[in-house]
């Protein structure tokens, strides 16, 4: 089974000032995020990538550019990784959801939670980890793969590939412009590397 590289789009302005952009259309990278963006394309240059995926949302696109140039590779949509639809918290601060009451069950009980008028944890998790076992199949025993999404649906799939609680995704790390490294196999999966961004030295060399 496949290699999976999940990768965080790079910085955006909603991300630097601590709001949830979620779906909101139009939202592109900062001169930050251009630059993780364009160091993702240099540190990945070697690795033998066979396809790129991406949210479809415009910083996720952006962010699978360089990578793509790269390779020679076509940019592969995927509405499954889209960025959680966040309902009446999309636009908002992050500081202010974090002092409402609601806040510390989405923290430390997200499975029995969710984004008031949009996805549960649960539908987000289903949706993205669906999405990406479909993506596996379309290709041979390890081949690496790209996937640019966004960081609770990247923690959220992780979670379930590993078999870590849902109620314990918050505990994982994704920053902006970050690489997660997944082994995906019939018998399970293995987390290879973590909220890696670079320069970063790693090869993948086959048969290992």
């Known amino acids: 089974m496949p290699i999976l590289l ?3 789009h790079g910085e955006n302005d909603y991300s630097k000032k601590g709001k949830f952009a979620g779906r909101i259309p139009g939202v592109h990278l900062n001169e930050r995020g251009q630059k993780q963006a364009e160091e993702l394309g240099k540190a990945l240059a070697e690795v033998p ?8 949302l415009e910083r996720a696109m952006e962010t699978a550019e360089p990578i793509a140039k790269t390779r020679g590779l076509k940019i592969i949509q995927e509405r499954g990784l889209l ?3 966040l309902g009446k918290w999309q636009g908002q601060s992050v500081r202010k959801m974090a002092l409402t009451k609601y806040w510390r069950i989405v923290q430390h009980a997200p499975s029995r939670a969710g984004h008031p008028g949009g996805e549960s944890f649960l539908q987000i998790q289903t949706r993205v980890a669906s999405a990406l076992e479909a993506i596996c199949a379309k ?3 390890r081949d690496i793969l790209v996937c640019v999404f966004h960081a609770d649906p990247i923690k959220l799939a992780v979670a379930h590939f590993i078999g ?8 994982l790390a994704c920053d902006t412009g970050s690489v997660t490294t997944l082994f995906v196999s019939e018998g399970g999966a293995q ?11 790693f090869s993948f060399q086959r048969g290992k």
């Open 6 to 8: 999940l990768i965080r």
């Open 49 to 56: 990538i066979k396809a790129i995926y991406s949210s479809p």
């Open 83 to 85: 960025e959680a639809d």
């Open 139 to 141: 290709h041979k025993s």
């Open 164 to 171: 870590l609680p849902l109620d314990h995704f918050q505990r």
């Open 191 to 201: 987390l290879m590397r973590l909220n890696q961004r670079p320069p970063f030295g």
